[in-house]
């Protein structure tokens, strides 16, 4: 953040194009911040290149407010002027270029502002956040769409963590102070356009209470509750078949287990201890098969000396 004395040459011209009278370089307080980048932030996900280069242009007069929340009284500052930079040397966490969506605002030099200037010049308000929609949220280890193609954000896949791309902003609607944004440079508050439930309609579930939704977002659950419904069928099937599989290599790595027990035992567990189990048990069944019945013939052994039936 600058101090207001940061006005810089055109700036006033571009600010009051916003007011409804014009305003002295004394009246305006000015200062700059990082709305958002194209780092994984800590939803594992990460605007593309292009996507900060269209929020550039769409991001221009746009308001900031507080916590998102979008009332009139929240208001606090207006964005005049927006550019990407691409600090020299810098690259992200996974080596690429590293791009950042820097903005210039104002805010008018009164008494309902004093507090909040005092904030952003002690360093106290300076984290922000944006709200905006995108199309697309492009999987990064398959370029598929990461709300359906089964990669996991934050799973590793041979040495590539899996990250959403967020890609083809179509609105940018605020920009917030909050106190812990999910990107660290800066952070962000994304919108999904086509069938996947926005992080605001998440936030809204989790409080309770009676709520409303829109038809947009009423097409949104609906898609998003048959997509879950989907992955939650394919994850049964898949734990019913390590179930099957661990009860057939117990019965022989472990015959004198019942299998009670161990249908108990298995019921308790998770996907990833169950795949351990299965991995164990397959290992130890394997070792003792081929299994030999008391009644196999010597002869097709080549014993003839019937040692099998003998007490030694």
């Known amino acids: ?19 409804r009278r014009s305003f002295s370089q004394d009246e305006i307080y000015t200062f700059s911040v990082i709305l958002c980048d194209n780092e994984i932030d800590r939803d594992f996900e990460r605007f593309s290149d292009k996507a900060l280069y269209d929020l550039e242009k769409l991001f221009v ?12 009284r929240n208001q606090s500052a207006r964005i005049f002027s927006c550019c990407v930079e691409a600090p020299q040397g810098r690259t992200t966490s996974d080596g690429r270029d590293y791009l950042r969506l820097l903005a210039r605002a104002y805010v ?3 008494q309902c502002s004093r507090d909040l200037i005092t904030m952003i010049d ?3 308000k300076k984290e922000v956040s944006v709200g905006c929609s995108v199309r ?13 193609c089964g990669h996991i954000r934050g799973r590793d896949y041979d040495g590539l963590k899996c990250c959403a791309i967020l890609d083809e902003p179509t609105d940018a609607y605020e920009w917030s102070f909050v106190a812990v944004p999910a ?3 800066a952070g962000v508050t994304k919108n999904y356009e086509k ?20 038809p947009d977002e009423v097409r949104m659950l609906s898609e998003r509750l048959r997509t879950l419904s989907e992955k939650a069928a394919d994850g049964e099937a898949y734990r019913r078949k390590l179930e099957t599989d661990i009860s057939k290599a117990a019965a022989v790595a472990l015959p004198e287990l019942k299998k009670d ?52």
Not at 1 to 11: C, I, P, Q
Not at 195 to 212: A, C, F, Q, W, Y
């Open 61 to 72: 007069g746009v308001t900031g407010v507080m916590d998102h929340d979008p009332k009139s």
């Open 195 to 214: 069938g996947v439930m926005n992080m605001d309609i998440e936030k809204r579930l989790s409080e309770g209470g009676e709520l409303t939704f829109s």
């Open 261 to 312: 027990t161990l249908g108990f035992i298995t019921s308790k567990m998770s996907a990833v201890q169950l795949e351990e189990l299965c991995s164990v048990l397959g290992k130890k069944a394997a070792s003792v098969m081929p299994l030999r019945p008391q009644i196999f013939s010597s002869a097709a052994a080549g014993k003839t000396d019937n040692s099998e039936f003998k007490n030694i």
């Open 1 to 19: 953040m600058n101090s207001k004395n940061d006005l810089r040459d055109g700036e006033l011209e571009l600010i009051n194009k916003y007011t």
């Open 136 to 148: 697309k949220r492009i999987c990064s280890v398959c370029g598929g769409n990461n709300d359906i």
């Open 108 to 110: 008018p030099v009164a």
């Open 183 to 185: 990107q660290r440079a």
């Open 122 to 124: 002690s360093g106290i």
